[in-house]
């Protein structure tokens, strides 16, 4: 995913949180307030969805993010996720742990998932989202250690 482009200043890390708050509330509403969403995304934003959960295609960008919400209801899919756990990471990206409820017609399961977010010019610039705790480590690991952030 991206560098952090914007290292944090005084009182980032709680802005941080609360745009990576806003968006898991956002994207477990059903209907999805996308134009609420769009105004906490940066236009250029990147995002590594866990294998599985898209109901159709993969979705990297903000447009593709945003059209992740419509595909997945009229595939009769909705994902709702939770957070037990949010940090801001010393380079100024948050790591969140929690769950997705992921509902389809068959029912609901919930399954633990992790999420990096990265920003960039005050809105969210990238997220990634994993269904493997050791996958999202590495992630965390390979962030923590590159040169620059």
């Not at 100024?92 to 999420?115: H, K």
Request: net charge negative; aromatic share 8%.
């Amino acid at each position: 995913m991206t560098a952090e482009a914007d290292p944090p200043a005084f009182g980032d890390h709680l802005i941080r949180i609360k745009l990576v708050v806003r968006l898991l509330v956002l994207s477990g509403e059903s209907p999805v307030d996308k134009p609420a969403m769009t105004t906490i995304l940066h236009p250029e934003m990147h995002s590594l969805a866990a294998p599985g959960i898209a109901p159709a295609r993969s979705y990297e960008n903000r447009t593709q993010f945003l059209e992740y919400f419509p595909d997945a209801v009229g595939r009769g899919f909705q994902v709702r996720p939770d957070a037990s756990e949010i940090r801001v990471l010393p380079s100024g990206a948050v790591w969140a742990a929690g769950g997705l409820c992921v509902t389809t017609p068959a029912g609901a399961d919930t399954t633990p998932a992790w999420f990096i977010y990265t920003f960039r010019e005050g809105l969210i610039d990238s997220l990634e989202t994993y269904l493997d705790r050791d996958l999202a480590e590495q992630s965390l690991q390979a962030r923590i250690f590159r040169p620059g952030d």
